[in-house]
């Protein structure tokens, strides 16, 4: 234990040194800044700024590509909240309350609890870092594809429910998703699939132009139906500052959400995107208003949040012991270390302590930046609201188009995104929910690879999915999970007094 | 009317910018594009994000780094195809997609249809397992694979990789049997192997070397021509006789069939230039590559080469072309 706070003492030393916390600040400010703007991600920002970090010491250049990681995810609720367009990917689920809250005129508690929930996730997500990295790291490679197939099946089961609305036309919304994510080469033989002989769909449907199209754009639509008082919300802003009620509703979401998302984190393949939809589902799961969900209840709003900020320190977990990218935006971080000449990996903590503590403690004082950044911006975004919808619009439109295109530099995409601009308008017209789509295009691809290759390892012996504890274990659950409601029914009384929360 | 000639003034002007700048004397007059065709943080894009600083000095003019990733390189490969051949529209990347891909479906680009500038980074097929395993290398794991045919699974890159076709390649040679289960990418067939979910793995080296410098892997073979310096004791196919499974995996730059032989060549001298820069090797080395300059002619045999190593160990192994 002297050993970790003398390590901590070190890394401080560096990160707060007035170079590496400027680093950091710029890290920060910009990946809020990317946050809030749609489609322009994470990914694609640390991939321009790589060559300017290049001239950068390899601390610092490593401590802003991180800033921008891991800000992002605080602006991406921005939008999410106030537009009902996800700034970020990770932030799809935030639009099922936050939009309902900022149309009640709640839009600043929302914001306001996104950077708290934000701030408490993303600071216990480097704690655990600090304490139990590499154990972790060694732990999550020992999940295999029959593990991660049990898994997704439970986050899955764990999800479907959280749509509110009807449960068949969240399931077909979900089929589709499922359907969409067979588009291109298979993840095993790579084989095209219904790719029309475009190299475009070769490698499936974009993942911007898909949320981008079937959030943003569709929103517009609806909105430009309406009457021509087109405000997203007409009235007086209740507040700006949640409420002792909202925070006794919120703080034991963010520290659930704070949990999933550090552990969901780690593993390959569910990035940032997998655990907020995992939160929410959670905290409807066990909530006692689960019938509000979805009509704006803060909880919805502070589990997700803060289940995406942990995560983004969970997948830090394997890429500094092992060298390991669980997602794309980790990878430019691998990048970013690579073109510095430093390896990231089991020996990066004895061969370069100053990068690992440095980098490890700049994420501290990063969160703490970022809740000062954003706090006082929660005021502005609010009344960005009052700016009448038709000079809002047109911005939208072009920040959509912006987004869609930035990923791939493919001009298809942006027609992608108006196609699923279209479908996603058709789908609000018919009371279809959009988020299961969007997890199941998600989690399909994944799933489809992970029980292809536990096949082939198994030489095509289903066994195979319950002969590992683990695999066992997340089956047992999802049964739970399935059967649970029926020895409930019944039981459950309308209204709980408030108080009886934890 | 001054107003209306000065604006025929301007168009006029914006008619002859592009015809000036193709002239190659004043080349290059506005950034040059230089085309990737990974996303941010692949092989082929840290390659000459390392480069990009020294490389850009050298050439005396703006590179502008554009990431078209996607259908396994094919569509930066179709771009640069079609771009204008003056110069402003280069493709930076791997051989894989022209020299394996090419040879394993039907594709709208050949390996004629570019200008060669030349080659500076080296990456190699890396075979690796854990320490723990019944074999301590290459000879004790084919060994082993013969006593128990059609047991073991190994790890690849993927399939239209040519880490997967080297050890397909491998195991037809010694007549031996095991099953390939394919992973995206070499970083996760490395963690297959890692977290004891397949025998052993082969993918790109490079990512690779971490794990081996801190013993949590053990490396068995790699398919470059020589030993890496930093891993000595791991040998090449080539000395164990199975030299004709190794395809070469290297970074290099490309023009637009039809580009002016001054813009080549100002290119390749930049790039050689930049390919002796010690710091440069030393990066490029560290994230696993070799570095060695190698002029255009030179890299179209290479492609050449591998196109046809490729093509034979398909027959080989009876991998039809899609």
Redo the contacts between chains.
């Keep these: 234990m002297g050993d970790l706070f003398a390590n901590l003492y070190f890394g401080f030393s560096v990160s707060l040194a007035p170079y590496n916390l400027l680093a950091c600040f710029m890290g920060v400010f910009v990946g809020t800044a990317i946050g809030v703007l749609p489609g322009l991600g994470p990914?694609?920002t640390?991939?321009l700024l790589?060559?300017i970090t290049?001239?950068m010491e390899p601390t610092a250049a490593i401590i802003i590509m991180a800033g921008v990681f891991y800000g992002a995810m605080y602006g991406g609720s921005t939008t999410s909240i106030l537009l009902n367009l996800p700034g970020e990917a990770s932030s799809v689920v935030t639009t099922l309350d936050g939009y309902q809250m900022a149309r009640q005129g709640r839009a600043g508690p929302a914001l306001a609890i996104c950077a708290w929930g934000s701030f408490i996730a993303g600071t216990l997500g480097v704690l655990g870092i600090t304490l139990m990295a590499p154990a972790l790291a060694e732990m999550a490679?020992?999940?295999?594809?029959p593990e991660l197939v049990a898994l997704l099946c439970l986050s899955f089961l764990l999800v479907i429910q959280f749509s509110g609305g009807s449960r068949p036309r969240a399931a077909a919304s979900a089929l589709l998703g499922f359907l969409l994510s067979t588009v291109g080469?298979d993840?095993?033989?790579?084989?095209?699939r219904y790719d029309f002989g475009t190299?475009?769909l070769?490698?499936g449907v974009g993942f911007a132009p898909l949320v981008i199209g079937l959030f943003g754009i569709s929103e517009v639509l609806i909105n430009l139906e309406k009457s021509e008082k087109m405000e997203v919300f007409k009235g007086r802003i209740k507040g700006l500052w949640p409420t002792r009620q909202d925070w006794r509703d919120s703080a034991p979401a963010i520290g659930r959400g704070s949990i999933v998302g550090f552990f969901m984190g780690i593993l390959?393949g569910m990035g940032t995107i997998v655990p907020p939809f995992l939160s929410y589902s959670l905290e409807r799961r066990i909530s006692k208003r689960p019938e509000k969900f979805g009509t704006g209840v803060i909880e919805g709003v502070a589990g997700p949040e803060a289940a995406n900020n942990s995560a983004t320190a969970g997948s830090m977990i394997p890429l500094l012991t092992?060298?390991?990218?669980p997602s794309?935006a980790v990878?430019?971080?691998?990048?970013a270390f690579?073109?510095?000449?430093?390896?990231?990996?089991?020996?990066l903590i004895t061969e370069h302590p100053a990068i690992f503590w440095g980098v490890v403690t700049s994420m501290y004082t990063g969160n703490a930046l970022l809740l000062l950044l954003n706090l006082p911006l929660v005021g502005m975004w609010a009344r960005l609201l009052t700016v009448p919808y038709r000079y809002l619009w047109p911005l939208i439109l072009l920040f959509c188009g912006i987004g869609a295109y930035s990923v791939?530099?493919?001009p298809v995409d942006v027609l992608l995104m108006a196609v699923f601009g279209l479908l996603g308008y058709m789908m609000r017209k018919m009371n279809y929910p959009g988020a299961p789509l969007v997890l199941a295009f998600v989690l399909g691809r994944l799933f489809e690879?992970k029980v292809r290759?536990s096949l082939?390892?198994s030489?095509g012996s289903y066994e195979t999915f319950i002969a590992h504890p683990l695999a066992l274990l997340a089956w047992i659950a999802s049964a739970i999970l399935l059967l649970y409601p029926f020895f409930l029914r019944g039981k459950r009384t309308p209204h709980f007094p408030a108080e009886e929360e934890e | 009317m001054p107003r209306r000639s000065l604006f025929l003034l301007f168009v006029v002007a914006l008619v002859c910018l592009p015809l000036q700048s193709a002239h190659s004397a004043n080349y290059p007059s506005y950034p040059v594009q230089f085309i990737i065709s990974f996303?941010?943080?692949?092989p082929g894009?840290?390659t000459i994000?390392?480069i990009?600083?020294a490389l850009q000095k050298n050439f005396g003019g703006a590179i502008q780094?554009?990431?078209?990733?996607?259908?396994?390189g094919?569509?930066a490969y179709?771009y640069v195809k079609k771009a204008k051949p003056d110069g402003y529209t280069i493709l930076s990347t791997m051989s894989a997609p022209l020299t394996v891909g090419t040879a394993l479906r039907t594709l709208p680009f050949a390996l004629d249809d570019y200008e060669y500038i030349g080659a500076y980074a080296f990456g190699a097929t890396g075979v690796v397992s854990k320490p723990d395993k019944r074999w301590k290398d290459l000879d004790g794991l084919l060994a082993y694979i013969k006593k128990n045919p059609g047991k073991l699974?190994y790890g690849t890159s993927?399939?239209?990789t040519a880490p997967y076709l080297t050890m397909a390649a491998v195991l037809a040679i010694r007549g031996l049997k095991a099953?390939?289960?394919?992973?995206?990418g070499s970083?996760?067939a490395r963690?297959?192997a890692?977290?004891?979910?397949?025998d052993f793995s082969a993918g790109g080296f490079g990512a690779m070397?971490?794990?081996l410098?801190?013993g949590?892997l053990v490396g068995l073979a790699i398919t470059d021509n020589a030993r890496d310096p930093k891993f000595p004791d791991i040998p090449t196919l080539k000395e164990k006789g199975l030299g004709r499974a190794s395809i070469g995996l290297w970074a290099g730059l490309w023009a637009p069939k039809g580009t002016p032989k001054a813009v080549l060549d100002k290119l390749s001298a930049a790039l050689k230039k930049t390919a002796g820069d010690p710091a440069v090797v030393?990066?490029l080395n560290?994230?696993g590559f070799r570095v060695e300059f190698v002029d255009g002619a030179g890299a179209k045999k290479l492609a050449r080469q591998d196109h046809e190593t490729s093509r034979e160990i398909m027959k080989a192994v009876g991998i039809k072309k899609?």
């Design positions: 990914v694609a640390m991939s790589l060559p290049i001239k490679v020992k999940i295999g594809p080469l993840p095993v033989e790579s084989t095209p190299f475009t070769m490698d390959p092992l060298g390991i990218a794309a990878a430019v971080l691998t990048a690579l073109t510095h000449g430093v390896q990231p990996g089991p020996l791939s530099n493919n690879e290759q082939v390892i030489r | 996303p941010p943080g692949g894009d840290t994000r390392i990009h600083p780094l554009v990431n078209k990733p996607g259908a396994g094919a569509i179709t699974n993927g399939a239209p099953t390939p289960v394919h992973y995206k970083g996760p963690n297959a890692l977290g004891g979910h397949v070397q971490a794990l410098r801190s949590k030393k990066k560290k994230a899609k």
